[in-house]
Protein backbone atom coordinates (compact mmCIF):
# COMPACT_ATOMS: atom_id res chain seq x y z
CA UNK A 1 0.00 0.00 0.00
CA UNK A 2 1.51 3.56 -1.00
CA UNK A 3 0.43 6.25 1.56
CA UNK A 4 1.59 9.76 1.35
CA UNK A 5 2.21 11.10 4.70
CA UNK A 6 2.05 15.02 4.73
CA UNK A 7 3.27 16.14 7.74
CA UNK A 8 5.79 19.18 9.16
CA UNK A 9 6.62 16.82 12.25
CA UNK A 10 9.63 15.01 11.58
CA UNK A 11 9.46 12.74 14.89
CA UNK A 12 5.95 11.47 14.09
CA UNK A 13 7.18 10.92 10.86
CA UNK A 14 10.00 8.93 11.93
CA UNK A 15 7.40 7.07 14.36
CA UNK A 16 5.28 5.84 11.03
CA UNK A 17 7.79 4.85 9.30
CA UNK A 18 9.78 3.14 11.80
CA UNK A 19 6.25 1.58 13.17
CA UNK A 20 4.47 0.92 9.84
CA UNK A 21 5.83 -2.62 8.12
CA UNK A 22 7.79 -2.14 5.01
CA UNK A 23 6.08 -5.56 3.95
CA UNK A 24 2.76 -3.73 3.90
CA UNK A 25 3.40 -0.07 3.79
CA UNK A 26 5.64 1.80 1.24
CA UNK A 27 6.04 5.22 2.98
CA UNK A 28 6.50 8.82 1.09
CA UNK A 29 6.71 12.00 2.98
CA UNK A 30 6.34 15.94 2.49
CA UNK A 31 6.57 17.87 5.10
CA UNK A 32 5.06 21.02 3.92
CA UNK A 33 1.72 21.56 2.27
CA UNK A 34 2.67 23.41 -0.76
CA UNK A 35 4.93 20.12 -1.74
CA UNK A 36 2.31 17.81 -0.50
CA UNK A 37 0.04 19.12 -3.10
CA UNK A 38 2.54 18.52 -5.96
CA UNK A 39 3.06 15.04 -4.70
CA UNK A 40 -0.23 13.99 -3.87
CA UNK A 41 -1.45 14.97 -7.26
CA UNK A 42 1.44 13.73 -9.52
CA UNK A 43 1.95 10.62 -7.46
CA UNK A 44 0.79 7.15 -7.95
CA UNK A 45 -0.91 6.49 -4.04
CA UNK A 46 -2.85 4.00 -2.37
CA UNK A 47 -4.04 7.01 0.58
CA UNK A 48 -3.11 10.22 1.88
CA UNK A 49 -2.31 11.12 5.76
CA UNK A 50 -2.31 15.11 6.56
CA UNK A 51 -1.70 16.93 9.32
CA UNK A 52 -3.73 19.68 9.60
CA UNK A 53 -1.29 22.61 10.76
CA UNK A 54 1.14 22.57 8.01
CA UNK A 55 3.36 25.10 6.62
CA UNK A 56 3.05 27.02 3.56
CA UNK A 57 -0.46 25.71 2.78
CA UNK A 58 -3.03 23.95 5.75
CA UNK A 59 -4.21 20.62 5.23
CA UNK A 60 -7.93 21.95 4.90
CA UNK A 61 -7.25 23.79 2.57
CA UNK A 62 -4.82 21.05 0.65
CA UNK A 63 -7.46 18.51 0.64
CA UNK A 64 -9.78 21.34 -0.76
CA UNK A 65 -7.93 21.77 -3.71
CA UNK A 66 -7.38 18.07 -4.17
CA UNK A 67 -10.96 17.20 -4.34
CA UNK A 68 -11.61 20.75 -6.54
CA UNK A 69 -8.76 18.79 -8.98
CA UNK A 70 -10.79 15.60 -8.99
CA UNK A 71 -8.27 13.79 -7.18
CA UNK A 72 -10.08 11.15 -4.89
CA UNK A 73 -7.65 9.14 -3.47
CA UNK A 74 -8.62 8.27 0.45
CA UNK A 75 -7.58 11.10 3.12
CA UNK A 76 -6.85 10.61 6.88
CA UNK A 77 -6.56 13.50 9.14
CA UNK A 78 -4.21 12.64 11.31
CA UNK A 79 -3.77 16.22 13.85
CA UNK A 80 -3.85 17.72 17.27
CA UNK A 81 -6.73 19.24 16.70
CA UNK A 82 -9.53 17.12 18.01
CA UNK A 83 -12.56 19.13 18.68
CA UNK A 84 -16.04 18.68 17.53
CA UNK A 85 -15.87 21.40 15.15
CA UNK A 86 -12.58 20.53 13.59
CA UNK A 87 -13.88 17.13 12.83
CA UNK A 88 -16.64 18.06 11.14
CA UNK A 89 -14.43 20.27 9.16
CA UNK A 90 -12.00 17.54 7.73
CA UNK A 91 -14.38 15.62 6.71
CA UNK A 92 -16.39 18.45 5.30
CA UNK A 93 -12.84 19.16 3.57
CA UNK A 94 -13.02 15.63 1.69
CA UNK A 95 -11.24 13.81 4.37
CA UNK A 96 -12.25 10.04 4.58
CA UNK A 97 -11.26 9.89 8.34
CA UNK A 98 -9.96 11.53 10.94
CA UNK A 99 -7.54 10.70 14.07
CA UNK A 100 -6.47 13.01 17.08
CA UNK A 101 -2.75 12.95 18.25
CA UNK A 102 -1.57 11.40 20.34
CA UNK A 103 -2.52 8.21 18.58
CA UNK A 104 -2.30 4.57 18.93
CA UNK A 105 -0.33 3.24 16.17
CA UNK A 106 -2.56 0.21 16.17
CA UNK A 107 -5.69 2.15 15.00
CA UNK A 108 -3.91 4.02 12.78
CA UNK A 109 -2.76 0.65 10.97
CA UNK A 110 -6.62 -0.84 11.18
CA UNK A 111 -7.98 2.48 10.15
CA UNK A 112 -5.79 2.43 7.09
CA UNK A 113 -6.84 -0.67 6.31
CA UNK A 114 -10.78 0.22 6.42
CA UNK A 115 -10.15 2.73 3.99
CA UNK A 116 -7.83 0.76 1.49
CA UNK A 117 -10.89 -1.89 1.58
CA UNK A 118 -13.61 0.68 1.84
CA UNK A 119 -11.75 2.12 -1.79
CA UNK A 120 -12.14 -1.20 -3.50
CA UNK A 121 -15.82 -2.37 -2.55
CA UNK A 122 -17.98 -2.74 -5.83
CA UNK A 123 -15.46 -1.86 -7.90
CA UNK A 124 -15.38 -4.20 -11.06
CA UNK A 125 -11.29 -5.31 -10.63
CA UNK A 126 -11.18 -6.02 -6.79
CA UNK A 127 -10.14 -9.72 -8.44
CA UNK A 128 -7.84 -10.10 -11.35
CA UNK A 129 -7.41 -12.95 -13.09
CA UNK A 130 -4.74 -14.12 -16.03
CA UNK A 131 -5.16 -17.90 -16.82
CA UNK A 132 -4.71 -19.72 -13.74
CA UNK A 133 -3.38 -16.49 -11.74
CA UNK A 134 -5.23 -14.74 -9.53
CA UNK A 135 -4.36 -11.13 -7.74
CA UNK A 136 -7.37 -10.22 -4.72
CA UNK A 137 -6.86 -6.83 -4.50
CA UNK A 138 -8.67 -6.35 -1.29
CA UNK A 139 -6.36 -9.07 0.71
CA UNK A 140 -3.54 -8.44 -1.40
CA UNK A 141 -3.29 -12.34 -1.96
CA UNK A 142 -1.54 -14.04 -5.16
CA UNK A 143 -2.39 -17.36 -5.92
CA UNK A 144 -1.52 -19.93 -9.55
CA UNK A 145 -3.53 -22.54 -9.49
CA UNK A 146 -3.02 -24.16 -5.85
CA UNK A 147 -0.03 -22.45 -5.10
CA UNK A 148 0.01 -18.93 -3.05
CA UNK A 149 2.86 -16.75 -4.35
CA UNK A 150 4.92 -14.56 -1.80
CA UNK A 151 5.29 -11.41 -3.43
CA UNK A 152 7.54 -8.03 -2.30
CA UNK A 153 5.75 -4.60 -2.05
CA UNK A 154 7.11 -3.60 -5.42
CA UNK A 155 6.90 -7.12 -7.48
CA UNK A 156 3.05 -7.22 -6.11
CA UNK A 157 3.00 -2.99 -7.55
CA UNK A 158 4.79 -4.31 -10.80
CA UNK A 159 2.32 -7.33 -11.12
CA UNK A 160 -1.02 -4.97 -10.64
CA UNK A 161 0.03 -3.01 -13.70
CA UNK A 162 0.54 -6.22 -15.75
CA UNK A 163 -2.87 -8.05 -15.20
CA UNK A 164 -4.32 -4.22 -15.44
CA UNK A 165 -3.06 -3.66 -18.76
CA UNK A 166 -3.81 -7.30 -19.54
CA UNK A 167 -2.46 -8.43 -23.22
CA UNK A 168 -1.07 -4.30 -22.97
CA UNK A 169 2.82 -4.01 -23.79
CA UNK A 170 3.97 -1.42 -20.82
CA UNK A 171 7.54 0.45 -21.16
CA UNK A 172 9.86 0.83 -18.60
CA UNK A 173 9.30 4.53 -18.50
CA UNK A 174 5.90 3.76 -18.18
CA UNK A 175 6.57 0.98 -15.47
CA UNK A 176 9.23 3.20 -13.91
CA UNK A 177 6.36 6.27 -13.42
CA UNK A 178 3.75 3.40 -11.93
CA UNK A 179 5.53 1.67 -9.77
CA UNK A 180 8.79 3.56 -8.45
CA UNK A 181 7.14 7.14 -9.04
CA UNK A 182 9.87 8.45 -11.14
CA UNK A 183 8.76 11.07 -13.70
CA UNK A 184 11.55 11.03 -15.69
CA UNK A 185 13.65 8.43 -17.20
CA UNK A 186 16.48 6.87 -15.29
CA UNK A 187 19.45 4.81 -15.84
CA UNK A 188 18.68 1.92 -13.83
CA UNK A 189 18.41 -1.59 -14.46
CA UNK A 190 15.74 -1.82 -11.69
CA UNK A 191 12.62 -2.77 -13.70
CA UNK A 192 14.74 -5.48 -15.57
CA UNK A 193 16.32 -6.85 -12.18
CA UNK A 194 12.10 -6.96 -10.64
CA UNK A 195 10.77 -8.56 -13.92
CA UNK A 196 13.02 -11.35 -13.86
CA UNK A 197 12.31 -12.05 -10.08
CA UNK A 198 8.65 -11.65 -10.52
CA UNK A 199 8.86 -13.77 -13.38
CA UNK A 200 10.65 -16.61 -11.48
CA UNK A 201 7.71 -16.51 -8.74
CA UNK A 202 4.65 -16.63 -11.69
CA UNK A 203 5.89 -18.94 -14.08
CA UNK A 204 8.70 -20.66 -12.63
CA UNK A 205 7.04 -24.97 -13.10
CA UNK A 206 4.00 -23.96 -15.29
CA UNK A 207 4.11 -24.87 -18.63
CA UNK A 208 2.28 -21.98 -19.62
CA UNK A 209 4.06 -18.95 -19.07
CA UNK A 210 2.44 -15.63 -18.78
CA UNK A 211 4.81 -12.75 -18.36
CA UNK A 212 6.75 -12.07 -21.75
CA UNK A 213 9.94 -9.93 -22.74
CA UNK A 214 8.38 -7.66 -25.76
CA UNK A 215 11.51 -4.91 -27.85
CA UNK A 216 9.37 -2.15 -26.26
CA UNK A 217 8.92 -3.88 -22.51
CA UNK A 218 6.84 -6.50 -20.92
CA UNK A 219 3.77 -7.83 -20.79
CA UNK A 220 1.63 -10.79 -19.09
CA UNK A 221 -1.12 -12.31 -21.34
CA UNK A 222 -2.21 -16.15 -22.06
CA UNK A 223 -0.56 -16.68 -25.57
CA UNK A 224 2.02 -13.66 -26.87
Same mark, same amino acid.
Given at each position: ?87 ? $? ?14 ? $? ?63 ? $? ?54
Amino acid at each position: MRILLIEDDSKTAEYLRQGLPEDVYELSVANNGQSGLLSAIEGNFDLLIIDRMLPGLDGLTLLRTLRTAKVDTPALFLTALGGINDRV $LGLNAGGDDYIVKPFV $LAELEARLEALDRRKWRGHKNIRLCVADLELDRISGRVRRGARDIDLTPKEYQLLLQFMLYEGQV $LTRNFLLEKVWNYRFPVATRIVESHVSRLRNKIDDGFTQKLIHTHQNGYLIARNA
